[in-house]
T-cell receptor
Framework: AQSVTQLDSHVSVSEGTPVLLRCNYSSSYSPSLFWYVQHPNKGLQLLLKYTSAATLVKGINGFEAEFKKSETSFHLTKPSAHMSDAAEYFCVVSDMFSGGYNKLIFGAGTRLAVHP | SQTIHQWPATLVQPVGSPLSLECTVEGTSNPNLYWYRQAAGRGLQLLFYSVGIGQISSEVPQNLSASRPQDRQFILSSKKLLLSDSGFYLC???????????FGEGSRLTVL
């Protein structure tokens, strides 16, 4: 069965410094992987997705993630944090196509705090 | 472009009262539709999904039900709310069978 582990529940950075949010996955086949962001009391917004094309995926707002099969990782990075990046981030793996619906497995989330 | 609308945004209800949350999608046909719940300090839990009109699948036993009366309309209901039903409810849609989910803005339910 597929699973995803977000290695940090909280990450705190200063504005202008790099962001690294770590995610490891478990999958018996080549997975689809996603990162979502959720601001307080808002829905989830897709940041980026990996679907077996280029291993370095660029997303919105300057975020990117690298798929590393040998390490079963899909870490999210950004070169320079902005105050507006403060939010909760979810790493997500897509389970096998089953029953006609997209079964997504969500990580527990990483709360990113950005300090001035 | 596709959009998803979810309402009400905030709801405070007494224990034992009914519930109806509604979600509609525009700009696409035959979507898969989903209801998730996000309880405080917990991750996202898939409650229901639907692959077509009148077709509802439940992931977990609970006090809630869902219906899909039209292709792009998804309703979450309860006849009698429990305290444990409090949480943030998210509706989502996807293209049939593949890819990412697109989420609504959520509905915050507080049961007192």
């Amino acid at each position: 069965a597929q699973s995803v582990t977000q290695l940090d529940s909280h990450v705190s950075v200063s504005e202008g410094t790099p962001v690294l949010l770590r995610c490891n996955y478990s999958s018996s086949y080549s997975p689809s992987l996603f990162w979502y962001v959720q601001h307080p009391n808002k829905g989830l917004q897709l940041l980026l997705k990996y679907t077996s094309a280029a291993t370095l995926v660029k997303g919105i707002n300057g975020f990117e993630a690298e798929f590393k099969k040998s390490e079963t990782s899909f870490h999210l990075t950004k070169p320079s944090a902005h105050m507006s990046d403060a939010a909760e981030y979810f790493c997500v793996v897509s389970d096998m196509f089953s029953g006609g619906y997209n079964k997504l497995i969500f990580g527990a989330g990483t709360r990113l705090a950005v300090h001035p | 472009s596709q959009t998803i609308h979810q309402w009400p945004a905030t709801l405070v209800q007494p224990v034992g009262s009914p519930l109806s949350l509604e979600c509609t999608v525009e700009g696409t046909s035959n979507p898969n539709l989903y209801w998730y719940r996000q309880a405080a300090g917990r991750g996202l839990q898939l409650l229901f999904y639907s692959v077509g009109i009148g077709q509802i699948s439940s992931e977990v036993p609970q006090n809630l039900s869902a219906s899909r009366p039209q292709d792009r309309q998804f309703i979450l209901s309860s006849k009698k709310l429990l305290l444990s039903d409090s949480g943030f409810y998210l509706c989502a849609w996807s293209v049939r069978g593949i890819g990412e989910l697109f989420f609504g803005e959520g509905s915050r339910l507080t049961v007192l």
